[in-house]
T-cell receptor, first 115, second 111 residues
Framework: DSGVTQTPKHLITATGQRVTLRCSPRSGDLSVYWYQQSLDQGLQFLIQYYNGEERAKGNILERFSAQQFPDLHSELNLSSLELGDSALYFC??????????????FGPGTRLLVL | GDSVTQMEGPVTLSEEAFLTINCTYTATGYPSLFWYVQYPGEGLQLLLKATKADDKGSNKGFEATYRKETTSFHLEKGSVQVSDSAVYFCALSRGAQKLVFGQGTRLTINP
């Protein structure tokens, strides 16, 4: 158990819909990362938050957004869903200290299926 | 930009065989290097890491050495078990920044 929790574990929805994925980081970690794992793209970094602020953005579509709340949990919002958004979405957390080599700890993932 | 290349899979071995999964990277400076493992139906778990040249990471019988001169971080294990069957990902990062992953190598160990 990494200490990172994600809900829900599975999500089935229809095209055009909107969903919210939730992540709680390990106790003491300030940084949260979101990744997408798909068969054709592999593991891709989407976005990073640190202590409530966006720190880095990767290959995140404009239809997707995220935020980190004062209690440090994070939510990834996916809207106007398309079939191609079907993937496994992982959240990871780390302390967030830029000056050190950090390990990211991953949650179990949310499997999204868009029909 | 930074990138990671892993040997193509899938890899199938018999129990107790020697394992090598090749990983090379392209990056400036000295990123940290990682191996993550994903068991069926689960998330990614850190297997081992190395943070500077010539460092050796090791865990559960797996080893990998950070080779700056060949920009490599190959994963090895002397005697694999059926329970090692999983997908293995090589990755790099700089400080508290995103992980850049290789494409993953699916390993199957037959009894």
């Amino acid at each position: 158990d990494s200490g990172v929790t994600q809900t829900p574990k599975h999500l089935i929805t229809a095209t055009g819909q909107r969903v919210t994925l939730r992540c709680s980081p390990r106790s003491g970690d300030l940084s949260v990362y979101w990744y997408q794992q798909s068969l054709d793209q592999g593991l891709q970094f989407l976005i990073q938050y640190y202590n409530g602020e966006e720190r880095a953005k990767g290959n995140i579509l404009e239809r997707f957004s995220a935020q980190q709340f004062p209690d440090l949990h994070s939510e990834l919002n996916l809207s106007s869903l398309e079939l191609g958004d079907s993937a496994l979405y992982f959240c990871a957390s780390s302390v967030g200290d830029r000056g050190t080599s950090e390990t990211q700890y991953f949650g179990p993932g949310t499997r999204l299926l868009v029909l | 930009g930074d990138s990671v290349t892993q040997m193509e899979g899938p890899v199938t071995l018999s129990e107790e065989a020697f394992l090598t999964i090749n990983c090379t990277y392209t990056a400036t400076g000295y990123p940290s290097l990682f191996w993550y493992v994903q068991y069926p139906g689960e998330g990614l778990q850190l297997l081992l890491k190395a943070t500077k040249a010539d460092d050796k990471g090791s865990n559960k019988g797996f080893e990998a050495t950070y080779r700056k001169e060949t920009t490599s971080f190959h994963l090895e294990k002397g005697s694999v078990q059926v329970s090692d069957s999983a997908v293995y990902f090589c990755a790099l990062s700089r400080g508290a920044q995103k992980l850049v992953f290789g494409q993953g190598t699916r390993l199957t160990i037959n009894p």
